[in-house]
Structure formats: C-alpha cells, structure tokens
C-alpha cells in the first residue's frame, strides 16, 4: 500500500517480533513497537512453560446472539476478548481533520491478508533493543521508566556493551487520556502522537482537539478502525482447558 506510512507490532508473544520488524523494514515502511498494557512483578519472564496452546489453537467466546469473539492471549497469560464485529468512524474523520486531528489509526486483530489491503485502500530494554522507529506506549509506569533513560534521540546504554537511540515515543488509549488536563500533560511529557480513551466518542474527541488548540491537536490519533478489546482477564482459557503444562493461573 503505497500511502500508508508506517506499520504498529502489536504482538501477544515476543517469539518471531524481531523477524517481523525487519520484514516491516524491508517493506520500506516505518516500525512502531507497541509495549504491554499490563507489566506486574515477577513478570519479567517473556515465556511461559505451558505448552503454548494459544499457539496452536484459535479459541471464540460465542454470545446469545451467535456472534464469535475473538479470544487472544499475551505474553503474560493474560486473555482479551475482542469484539466479533469492528466499529469504523471513518464517517467522523472530516469533522475530527477539522478539529485539528492529522494522524488516524486502523487496528487490524485477525482479518487475513486478503481483507487488509482492500481495508487500508477503501509493546523496557528488550524493546529498545529491537531499535524501532517508535514505541506505542500503553502504560504509565513503562513511560516513566522510558522517559527516565532519556529522551528522543538520547543515546540509551545497555547490558551487553550495547547503545541505542532512543526512539519517538507514542501513546495508546490505555493511557486513559479522556480530557484536556491529562491529554496536555502526557504531550508535555515528550510523546510525539497521543491516542485518546476509548471512552470517548467522536463528538468528545473533537471537543479534546478544541480544547487542545490547534498544535497539540495535531498529536492526537484517532482510532477509526478496530475490534473493541470488550473484556480482559489474568484467567487464561487456552492453558485451562487445552494444557497439561504447570505454569497457567
């Protein structure tokens, strides 16, 4: 696809994200890591002796209403359940362009390769490591930690003798960002591009740009194209019933 600019990683497992980015790369497109939503103690493990049944299995959660939702799970066992049917606001992206907005975002979960480009036409050192053009920051414990190594373009000295640029650095709607306090005061932190709560709808994100003023707009990213993650939860569905290994909660 010819426009698009740059590609979001958002993978549930590190295994194969390194080989991913160089394919990104290779594509001539520009590479952006999102980071964990969730990162708890004693979590620094990226891999999990289970047996990996995620891996070889797709699991739905089917409602009374006979629709499948899509059931993934990250790195930390953790389960989200996306909805089955995408919401699109591709109908407010006049009024938001208006409002100030100039980046939009199209979240793909597991449309094939078939459906993607028709779509686009019509995840704190193992990060660093992976020298991404950009991280997509989803929570403010791995901002501060980033911002405490120094800022964009800073040289980030790491284990191994190893020294990396630090990349631009994005946020993500679970940041919670919902009104003008907090949108400005993430911005003013340093992120580069900030994507309001998903609590908000289209009337309130134009109101958010307003009330930003016409630069601080111009940071906001607008999701128009996404499953909804409508649940999450520590309690893994693949290693309850698909696993014999020791390590699931």
């Keep these: 696809v010819a426009w698009l600019e740059e590609v979001i990683l958002d ?8 080989e991913a980015c160089q394919m990104v790369r290779e594509a001539g497109k520009k ?34 209403n006979g ?6 799970a990250d790195m930390g066992c953790r389960n989200t359940v996306f909805n089955a049917k995408a919401q699109s606001g591709a109908h407010h992206i006049e ?33 660093l490591r992976l020298e991404a053009d950009v991280l997509l920051v989803r929570s403010t414990g791995m901002l501060h930690h ?8 800073d040289t980030v000295a790491l284990s191994g003798n190893k020294a990396v640029q630090m990349p631009l650095l994005r946020g993500d709607f679970s940041l919670n960002a919902a009104n003008v306090i907090a949108a400005a005061e993430f911005l003013q932190q340093g992120l580069q591009r900030l994507a309001p709560t998903h609590d908000l709808n289209a009337s309130q994100i134009q109101q958010l740009a307003l009330g930003l003023g016409p630069e601080q707009a111009g940071q906001l990213e607008c999701v128009v194209h996404q499953h909804l993650p409508v649940f999450h939860t520590e309690h893994c569905v693949f290693c309850r019933f698909l696993s014999d290994g020791n390590s699931y909660q």
Excluded: M
Excluded at 67 to 72: G, K
Excluded at 146 to 153: H, K, P, V
């Design 146 to 153: 980033l911002l405490a190594l120094g800022r964009e373009g």
């Design 95 to 127: 009024e938001l362009r208006q409002a100030g907005v100039r980046h939009f975002r199209i979240e793909l979960v597991d449309e094939p390769a078939s459906k993607v480009v028709p779509l686009l036409e019509g995840y704190a050192e193992f990060y």
């Design 11 to 18: 993978f549930l497992e590190v295994q194969g994200l390194k």
């Design 67 to 72: 629709a499948d939702h899509l059931v993934l």
């Design 31 to 64: 590479v952006v890591v999102a980071t964990p939503r969730v990162l708890k103690p004693d979590e620094e493990r990226l891999w999990q002796d289970c047996g990996h049944p995620c891996e070889e299995n797709t699991v739905h959660l089917r409602d009374s």
